[in-house]
């Protein structure tokens, strides 16, 4: 091998290395730093500082970090959704974005509900300085959009005012007991006929794959290994009753959108 290969190998090993060691610093990492001292009580304890501390926020949210986190299939889920968006009539209607998202999904949606005829998408999260980087991405629908800080476990929207509700990759990163409680909200909020758009990971058909994703979580979100078996959502939605769902699968089965109407 040449020298010039060496490096190379070297550098990509390095950049490697410390692009892992950088994500596991602010996610998990300082999760496990937090858990040492005594608990605060707070409802966004569980919350990664990549998602809260504004500099960590835009120097993350790039589009082709996001697109590759997700394996370059971010653009066909979001994508599945603004097609399920833009074949529903919204005309006059409410859409909720629960829990903002990296990357142009949310804009997507917005697009998409207004062009449905939405006249309202409200877009929650826990955390303030989410809501203030995504207003900087929608300047053009400020008289389209609302911007709510609320909880998806514990929301303090009205029951069925919302005809759509987006939920994009929220579901790994909450503890277990508060997946089913964002879940029960979201049937709550949605109108009957109301549907709900999930994306999320699933477990992978490929066993290469499989233990690949195994190690991932394992590392990075040992809380979305659940939704593999135990935290399913589509199999939690159908527990609750009251849904009539489907399911599509992407990239050998790695990651899900789940399609689901309120009854």
């Given at each position: ?61 790039f589009q082709p970090i996001i697109s ?21 009539d919204l005309r006059h209607r409410k ?62 929207q009205p029951n069925g005012f919302a ?101």
């Amino acid at each position: 091998m040449s020298t010039w290969m060496t490096n190379a190998a070297f550098g990509l090993g390095f950049l490697m290395a410390a692009t892992g060691l950088f994500f596991f610093v602010f996610t998990r990492g300082a999760l496990i730093v937090r858990g040492l001292s005594p608990r605060s009580g707070s409802e966004n304890e569980h919350v990664y500082p990549i998602y809260s501390n504004m500099w960590l926020i835009k120097l993350v949210d790039f589009q082709p970090i996001i697109s590759a986190i997700l394996l370059f299939q971010y653009h066909r889920l979001v994508s599945e959704i603004v097609a399920g968006l833009n074949a529903t009539d919204l005309r006059h209607r409410k859409v909720l974005v629960t829990s903002c998202a990296f990357g142009n999904v949310i804009p997507r949606v917005v697009q998409a509900s207004v062009e449905s005829g939405a006249d309202r998408i409200l877009i929650a999260d826990l955390i303030p300085n989410e809501l203030v980087h995504v207003q900087s991405k929608l300047g053009r629908y400020a008289d389209k959009v609302q911007y709510i800080q609320d909880n998806a476990a514990a929301m303090k929207q009205p029951n069925g005012f919302a005809d759509a509700n987006v939920m994009f990759f929220l579901l790994h990163e909450l503890p277990h007991e508060l997946k089913a409680c964002a879940l029960r909200e979201a049937g709550r909020m949605l109108a009957p006929g109301g549907k709900l758009y999930l994306a999320e990971f699933h477990r992978p058909e490929l066993r290469v794959l499989r233990a690949l994703s195994w190690a991932y979580f394992k590392v990075f979100e040992p809380l979305g290994l659940a939704l593999w078996d135990s935290h399913d959502p589509l199999t939690c939605l159908q527990e609750m009753g009251g849904w009539t769902s489907e399911r599509r699968t992407f990239f050998f089965g790695n990651f899900q959108v789940i399609t689901a109407t309120r009854n």
